[in-house]
């Protein structure tokens, strides 16, 4: 085996490469921080929700747990939108509206004495019934007479079928007689 030798452009390549790899590390842990800093924090949804609530995560009337500390959103512009998602109250919708819009849903502990406390709203669409089922996208609405598969009230998630034969399809109840499916 013949020794090496260091020849002044080997030293230089050597000195370059024992920088530039530190170098380029730091980098990388300095694009994995900012792509966390670019994204919303969960704690964020879990304070608005327990400020929407009025109960800290895990009592009765506050969210079921903590939002996944590994949730990844796209930031924010805005105020987070919060509001019920089920007439029940066991579910809360919270939103960020832009400038890249997402929603994400948390589930609610139930209050003690909630059930007997809220009264169940009246059936809007009972099993049966003869429905107008409408697809409402961005600028864009589609409507075709139906059938309900179950009752329910207005604000609830039931099935419907446009056809005796067609598979069934979830959508939410607008009003008396009316479904609605989002589309996107």
Known sequence: MMPTEFTPEKRKCWLLAAISIPLLLLGEAAATAQTRLASTDPAAIDRA??????????????????????????????P?????????????????????????????????????????????????DAITIMV????????????????????DWIEVRTARKAQPLRARIERPGLAVVPAG
Not at 102 to 116: D, K, L, M, N, Y
């Open 49 to 78: 929700v327990a400020a929407f609530t009025g109960a800290a995560i895990g009592t009765p009337g506050g969210a079921r747990m903590a939002s996944d500390p590994r949730l990844q959103l796209a930031p924010c512009g805005g």
């Open 80 to 128: 987070l939108a919060v509001s019920w998602h089920t007439p029940a109250r066991t579910a809360v919708a919270v939103e960020c509206p832009g400038p890249t819009a997402w929603r994400v849903f948390v589930a609610i502990s139930p209050a003690t004495g909630s059930t007997a406390a809220t009264p169940r709203p009246a059936p809007a669409v009972k099993r049966g």
């Open 136 to 155: 409402r996208g961005r600028g864009f609405t589609v409507q075709q007479p139906g059938e309900a598969m179950e009752a329910g009230a207005v604000g």
